[in-house]
Nanobody, 123 residues
Framework: QVQLVESGGGLVQAGGSLRLSCAASGNIFRINTMAWYRQAPGKQRELVATIGGVGSATYSESVKGRFTISRDYGKDKDMVSLQMSGLIPEDTAVYYC???????????????WGQGTQVTVSS
């Protein structure tokens, strides 16, 4: 199994910044991609940003230019962060870390999720 632990959520005023971090641990053979999703009350979970092993990143149109995803990995660590700037009330949601990973050379890719961290942007 792969465990993902998020940190860094909180309450911020519109226009402010927050940084989310997510640390992966457990029985990891390879993590292919890491991502951030979010889910606002009454809405479906949506993809915010994705980053691959070589650092290639993609963003949803709603956050492009305001959010930056980054990954820090090496021996015994694999972390993904989301730097959020220019926050607006519409960014209010629970943010979830995701990893698409394999636990052995023969296992298929599976999706793993963190517990979620609340981000609230006040107007």
């Amino acid at each position: 199994q792969v465990q993902l632990v998020e940190s860094g959520g909180g309450l911020v005023q519109a226009g402010g910044s927050l940084r989310l971090s997510c640390a992966a641990s457990g029985n990891i053979f390879r993590i292919n991609t890491m991502a951030w999703y979010r889910q606002a009350p009454g809405k479906q979970r949506e993809l915010v940003a994705t980053i691959g092993g070589v650092g290639s990143a993609t963003y949803s149109e709603s956050v492009k230019g305001r959010f930056t995803i980054s990954r820090d990995y090496g021996k015994d660590k694999d972390m993904v962060s989301l730097q959020m700037s220019g926050l607006i009330p519409e960014d209010t949601a629970v943010y979830y870390c995701n990893a698409r990973a394999r636990t052995s050379w023969s296992s298929p890719n599976s999706d793993y999720w963190g517990q979620g961290t609340q981000v609230t942007v006040s107007s």
